[in-house]
C-alpha cells in the first residue's frame, strides 16, 4: 500500500498557524506513506500537478490531502485522481483549516492537532475501497417554487432550453413582491410594466405549466428522480371557465369589506377577488376565510357571486386536490417577508395613521393603489415627510444583516415625493447609505440634489416618533425635531416565517438569519447541499431585482444541465449486507427511514435496495452480527482513523 | 503528593477529544466556525460521519480505550436529521451506552450528545469549550476498574 500525503499552506491561511514542514516531516514516518509534501496552494494547477506526478512516477494506491473543508474542495481533488486513473474514492481529505488553522492561535498545539488529524487519515486510507458512482436517469422536468420575479425568471430560462417547468405558487396569482411595487430604483421603470409581459410569458410558454395557489406537500427522492407532492387549494372558481369579468366581485355581499393584502391592507376588496388588475392567471378566487357561504354555510338568501357569473364558474364543491409532479430538479425562490415594525413602539407604527411601512408607501404612491396614487394621509397631502432608515436591519439584537435595498428604496420613495409635491420638506434619517450597485451612487446624489435633507443618526442613537395633533414628531439625538404628516419606515425584508418547514420539505438548510442556505458562499452560491436542488431571489438573501434577476437565471442553468445530460451520478456511499452473517434478526428494517431494507422470506434475511438507500449509516450502527457494512464509512475504516488520531 | 502537585498536574492535563460530526449539521456548523474565526481549544479532533445515527456505541467505547477522555457526538437538531431521524436513534444510543459506562466505572460525562446545525458556528465554539473544561475537571481517562458496592 503507497500512501501519498499532500499538505497546503493555503497561502498563510494554514502556514500562519500550523508549521506545515514539520507536519510533513512527522507524516513521512508513518508506515505506507511512500511520499509526503506541501506546497502553497495544492489546489492551484501546480499543486494539483504535484499529486498527478507521484500517482504516476511513485504507484500510489491512496492520496490524502490536508488542506480545506472538504466540502469545498473534495470534488476538485476527487476529480485530480480520477484524472490519473484512480478511483475518486480512493481519495482522504483533512480538514487543517476551518478545523484548525482558522480557529486555533497557538502553533505549537495546532501543528499536533494537525499531524494527528493527518495521522488519523493515513489510517483510515489504507482501508478506503474503490467505489463504483451510480448513475441515475434523470426526468427531464423542473420544479419551480415560488412565482415571483425569481421564480419566473428561473421557470422561462429552463423553458427555453426546452424542458418543462412547473411553476408552483401559494398566491392566486404569480408575480410576488415586485407586483405591489410602483417604480424601481435606480432607473423608476415602473415595476408593473416591466414584470407585467413576463408574467404573460411565463404563463404562455408551453413548456411551463403554472399551479399558483398551490403548495409543497411533500419532496421525495433525489436528483433525476424527485416526487413531489403539490396541494391544490380549492378557488371555488373554475379556471378553465372563469374570464375574470369581475361581475361576481360586483355582486359580493361583502364587496368592499374584505381587507385587501395586496393593497397591504389599506384598502377593501369582495370575498371572491382578484389579487391585482394584471394577475396571472387571470381569473377570480374566494377567499375561504372570509366568504359567508363557505364559512357559514349560507349566504344572506340567494348567492349573489352565482346569480352574477354568465359562465357559471362559481362552484362551492371543488374541493382540494393533491398533484403528484416528477422532476429531475428543483429550483426555490420562495422570496421574503416584510419585516413588521410593530413590535418596535418607538416608531408609533399602528398608533399613529401618519406612521407606514416602505411597502405601505409602495402602494399608496401607485395609481392602482388604494388612493389611486395619492398621497393622502388623514385625509390630506404631507408637506412634511420623514423617512427613517434600518428599521428591523442592522439590528444586533433582531436582524443583524444589512437589507440592502432599502437604501436605495427610500431614496426611490423621496424622489417620488418631491416629484408630487415640490414643495413638501423631506428629511431622511441615516446611518449609512449603501449605494452600492450600478446606477445607485449617482441616483443617491440626484435626490440628495432635490432638497432632500439626509440627518445622520448613529443605530442605536434614541429616536422615537410620538403622536401629535394632524401628525407626529420624529424626536433624534442630535438633530431639531421634525413636525411630520407622514413618516415612512424603512422596513427590512425578513425570512419567510415558514422558511424552516419548507427546508425540512426539501431536506436544505438554513443559515444563521434564518434564510435558506447555500452549499458555499462564494463558489457555490445557487446550489444547496442536497444535489438537484438550487436557490435564487430573495429566499437566499435580501436583493434588489436586477440581483434576484441574475441569480435566477443562474440557478436555471445549474437546474437544466442534469436535464440536458439526461443522467446525474447519485452517491456511492451507501449500505452493503453480508448475507453469511445476517441473522435476519429485521432490527435495522424499522430503522430505514427510506424503507431501503427488505426482510426476505426465502432466504430469512435482509436484503437491501441500493437505489432507495441515502447511506446515513444507521442500520449498520443497530445491526447485532456486523453484517451491514457502509461503504467508505465501515466499522474498519473509522475505528483504524480513531487509532490513528489517538496514537501516541 | 502534595496539593500543589496535584493542583499542576490538573492543570497541565489536556485531555484528548474525539467528536463525530454528522456531515450535513454539525460538520457544516464547525466549519462556520473556522470561517467566522472563532477560537475554540485544539483538544477536540473531528471525525466526519454521515449521520449522528452512523455513530456505533461501539466507536465511542473505542475511542476511549484508545486513549481518548472524552467523546461527543455532533448532530443536526431534531427534525432537521438529513435522514429524517438518524440523530434520535443516536440520542438513544448514547442514553443507553451512558448507562453501561457509569456501570463499568466509567464516568458517563466523558461522553456526550449535542445538536449543532450548519448555522451555529458560534454554538459549535461554545460547546467545544465546555466539552473541554468539563473533560479537563474530570481528568485523565484511567483503566477500566470498578469496586462494587452493595
Ligand atoms: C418596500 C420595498 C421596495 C423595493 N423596491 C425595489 C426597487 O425599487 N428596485 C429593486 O430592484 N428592488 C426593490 N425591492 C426588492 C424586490 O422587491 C425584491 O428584489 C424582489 O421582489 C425579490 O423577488 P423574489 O422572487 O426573490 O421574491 P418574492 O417577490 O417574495 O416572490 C416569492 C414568491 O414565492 C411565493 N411563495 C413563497 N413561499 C412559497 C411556498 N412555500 N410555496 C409556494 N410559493 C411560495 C410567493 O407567493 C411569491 O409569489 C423592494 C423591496 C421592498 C420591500
Ligand atoms: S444528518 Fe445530521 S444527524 Fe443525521
Request: one cysteine or more; a negative charge.
Amino acid at each position: 500500500m503507497k500512501i501519498g500525503v499532500y499538505v497546503c499552506e493555503c497561502g498563510i491561511n494554514i502556514s500562519a498557524t500550523v508549521n506545515v514542514p514539520e507536519v510533513v516531516e512527522r507524516i513521512k514516518t508513518l508506515p505506507n506513506v511512500e511520499s509526503s509534501r506541501y506546497s502553497k496552494y495544492i489546489c492551484s494547477d501546480s499543486g494539483q500537478e504535484l499529486i498527478r506526478k507521484d500517482i504516476r512516477e511513485l504507484n500510489l494506491d491512496r492520496v490524502v490531502v490536508a488542506s480545506c473543508s472538504p466540502r469545498m474542495h473534495e470534488p476538485t481533488f476527487r476529480g485530480v485522481v480520477e484524472e490519473e486513473g484512480m478511483n475518486p474514492y480512493c481519495l482522504e481529505m483533512v480538514n487543517i483549516r476551518e478545523h484548525v488553522s482558522w480557529v486555533h492561535s497557538d502553533k505549537e498545539r495546532a501543528t499536533e492537532k494537525a499531524i494527528k488529524l493527518i495521522s488519523g487519515a493515513v489510517a483510515r486510507a489504507q482501508f478506503l475501497e474503490p467505489l463504483e458512482r451510480k448513475e441515475v436517469s434523470v426526468i427531464p422536468k423542473s420544479l419551480v417554487i415560488g412565482g415571483g420575479i425569481a421564480g419566473i425568471q428561473a421557470a422561462l430560462e429552463i423553458a427555453i432550453d426546452g424542458f418543462q417547468v412547473y411553476l408552483v405558487d401559494r398566491n392566486p396569482s404569480i408575480g410576488g413582491r415586485m407586483a405591489q411595487l410602483d417604480k424601481t430604483f435606480p432607473t423608476l421603470d415602473c415595476s408593473a410594466c416591466i414584470l407585467a409581459p413576463k408574467m404573460v410569458d411565463a404563463a404562455r410558454h408551453p413548456n411551463i405549466e403554472l399551479l399558483t395557489y398551490s403548495e409543497i406537500e411533500k419532496v421525495d427522492g433525489y436528483i433525476g428522480n424527485f416526487k413531489v407532492t403539490v396541494k391544490k387549494k380549492p378557488r371555488y372558481v373554475d379556471i378553465e371557465k372563469c374570464v375574470g369579468c369581475g361581475l361576481c366581485a360586483e355582486a359580493c355581499r361583502l364587496k368592499g369589506r374584505v381587507l385587501n393584502e395586496f393593497d397591504e391592507n389599506l384598502s377593501k376588496r369582495s370575498a371572491i377577488y382578484i389579487p391585482f388588475p394584471q394577475a396571472v392567471p387571470f381569473v377570480y378566487t374566494i377567499d375561504p376565510e372570509r366568504c359567508n357561504m363557505l364559512k357559514f354555510g349560507k349566504c344572506g338568501d340567494e348567492l349573489l357571486c352565482v346569480g352574477a357569473c354568465e359562465q357559471n364558474a362559481i362552484n362551492f364543491d371543488q374541493k382540494e386536490e393533491l398533484v403528484e409532479l416528477d422532476v429531475g430538479t428543483i429550483v426555490v425562490a420562495t422570496g421574503f417577508d416584510n419585516f413588521d415594525p410593530s413590535s418596535e413602539l418607538k416608531y408609533g407604527y399602528k398608533e399613529n395613521a401618519s406612521v407606514i411601512t416602505g411597502m405601505e408607501f409602495e402602494r399608496i404612491v401607485n395609481a392602482a393603489g388604494p388612493t389611486e396614487g395619492h398621497l393622502e394621509i388623514n385625509g390630506k397631502e404631507p408637506e412634511n415627510v420623514v423617512f427613517i432608515q434600518c428599521v428591523g436591519s442592522r439590528d444586533k439584537e433582531g436582524h443583524e444583516y444589512c437589507s440592502r435595498v432599502c437604501c436605495m428604496y427610500t431614496a426611490k420613495q423621496a424622489h417620488m415625493v418631491r416629484d408630487k409635491y415640490p414643495d413638501s420638506k423631506i428629511a431622511v434619517y441615516f446611518t449609512d447609505v449603501r449605494a452600492f450597485g450600478k446606477g445607485f451612487e449617482e441616483f443617491y446624489n440626484r435626490v440628495k440634489d432635490e432638497d432632500v435633507e439626509y440627518r445622520r443618526r448613529e443605530l442605536d442613537d434614541p429616536i422615537q416618533v410620538v403622536g401629535n395633533e394632524g401628525g407626529v414628531i420624529v424626536k433624534a439625538e442630535g438633530h431639531p425635531d421634525i413636525h411630520a404628516d407622514l413618516v415612512v419606515l424603512a422596513t427590512g425584508l425578513v425570512p419567510r416565517k415558514d422558511n424552516k418547514e419548507l427546508a425540512r420539505k426539501l431536506n436544505i438548510s438554513l443559515s444563521a438569519d434564518g434564510f435558506l442556505l447555500e452549499a458555499h458562499p462564494k463558489l457555490r452560491p445557487l446550489d444547496t447541499f442536497t444535489d438537484g436542488i438550487f436557490i435564487a431571489g430573495c429566499c437566499q438573501s435580501p436583493k434588489d431585482i436586477p440581483d434576484t434577476v441574475a441569480q435566477a437565471s443562474g440557478a436555471a442553468v445549474r437546474a437544466a444541465a442534469p436535464l440536458a445530460q439526461g443522467k446525474a451520478q447519485v452517491e456511492a456511499i451507501t449500505a452493503t449486507i453480508n448475507d453469511d452473517l445476517c441473522s435476519g434478526c429485521r432490527i435495522c428494517e424499522k430503522l430505514c427511514a427510506y424503507s431501503a431494507l427488505e426482510f426476505s422470506s426465502d432466504d430469512k434475511i435482509m436484503k437491501i435496495n441500493d437505489v432507495l438507500c441515502k447511506g446515513c449509516g444507521s442500520c449498520a450502527a443497530a445491526c447485532p452480527t456486523g453484517a451491514i457494512k457502509m461503504k467508505h464509512y465501515s466499522n474498519k475504516q473509522v475505528l483504524a482513523q480513531i487509532g490513528g488520531i489517538l496514537a501516541k | 503528593m502534595t496539593a500543589t502537585e496535584t493542583k499542576t498536574e490538573m492543570e497541565e492535563f489536556e485531555p484528548n477529544i474525539i467528536g463525530f460530526l454528522c456531515n450535513w449539521c454539525s460538520y457544516a456548523g464547525a466549519d462556520l466556525a473556522g470561517t467566522s474565526r472563532i477560537q475554540y481549544p485544539p483538544n477536540i479532533k473531528i471525525i466526519k460521519v454521515m449521520c449522528s445515527g452512523r455513530v456505533n456505541p461501539m466507536y465511542v467505547v473505542n475511542a476511549l480505550q484508545q486513549g481518548a477522555d472524552g467523546v461527543l457526538i455532533g448532530g443536526c437538531h431534531p427534525g432537521d436529521c438529513h435522514y429524517q431521524h438518524g440523530n434520535l436513534l443516536a440520542r438513544r444510543r448514547m442514553a443507553i451506552l451512558k448507562n453501561l459506562l457509569e456501570f463499568i466505572g466509567i464516568d458517563s460525562r466523558r461522553v456526550r450528545m449535542t445538536w449543532v446545525s450548519a448555522a451555529e458556528g458560534r454554538k459549535f465554539a461554545e460547546v467545544i469549550k465546555e466539552v473541554t473544561e468539563e473533560i479537563k475537571k474530570i481528568g485523565p481517562m484511567k483503566d477500566i476498574q470498578r469496586v462494587n458496592e452493595w
